[in-house]
């Protein structure tokens, strides 16, 4: 690195700059501190980083930002938000936690996605709701399982059944009505037994 071109202006009206020229490096370092504001400027052939202090804000502008801490806390006393003009990434290597102690909302104006190598457990200990314009659920390795004091289900125009093999049980009884035709058929033996059978 070549000499190094150092200056500390004083001026009742505009306060005290340092400045520091790397004529070399085409690197210029200041720092200005006028009564209101501190501001520190580094300003290289292509990027200029920069960090202004006040009384009430900082805020630092630059091309490449890292904090590199054991721990780091960030408090906001009021509502807060983080804008990313593109791609946002939050990642740990250890277990990570998103925790409100008020209404803790996510939303996404294209596609969502939560996605596991292990298991998902979603839990309310209140009321769940899951909608949507169409809905699938699968289970490519196991059993599909749906349980509930009560269980309904219904479909507007439609509904259906269907498996390899089929059973529909009660414990106590089994109603089994249509408004209109019912039908009841199959291709091998039929079979219709109980304690207390009717038909029609």
Do not use: H, P, R
């Amino acid at each position: 690195m070549g000499t190094l071109v150092c200056t500390i202006e004083l001026d009742k009206q505009k306060g005290i700059t340092v400045k520091v020229n790397n004529a070399e490096g085409n690197i210029v370092q200041t720092v200005v501190m006028d009564g209101t504001s501190i501001t520190m400027k580094v300003a290289g052939a292509s990027d200029t980083s920069t960090v202004v202090q006040k009384a009430d804000s900082v805020t630092v502008t630059c091309k490449d930002f890292k904090v590199d801490a054991d721990t780091v806390t960030l408090l906001s006393k009021q509502a807060s938000k983080w804008t990313s003009q593109a791609t946002l990434a939050l990642e740990s290597t250890q277990d990570m936690t998103l925790t409100s102690q008020a209404k803790l909302t996510q939303s996404a104006t294209a596609d969502a996605k939560l996605s596991s190598t292990a298991n998902v457990n979603v839990e309310a200990t209140g009321s769940l709701a899951l909608q949507g314009l169409s809905a699938a659920m699968k289970a490519t390795g196991g059993e599909a399982k749906v349980e509930g004091l009560t269980l309904k289900l219904s479909g507007q125009t439609q509904a259906e059944l269907a498996g390899a093999m089929a059973k529909v049980s009660g414990q106590a009884s089994l109603d089994l009505e249509a408004q209109g035709m019912a039908n009841l058929k199959a291709s091998g033996i039929t079979s219709v037994a109980g304690a207390l059978v009717k038909l029609g």
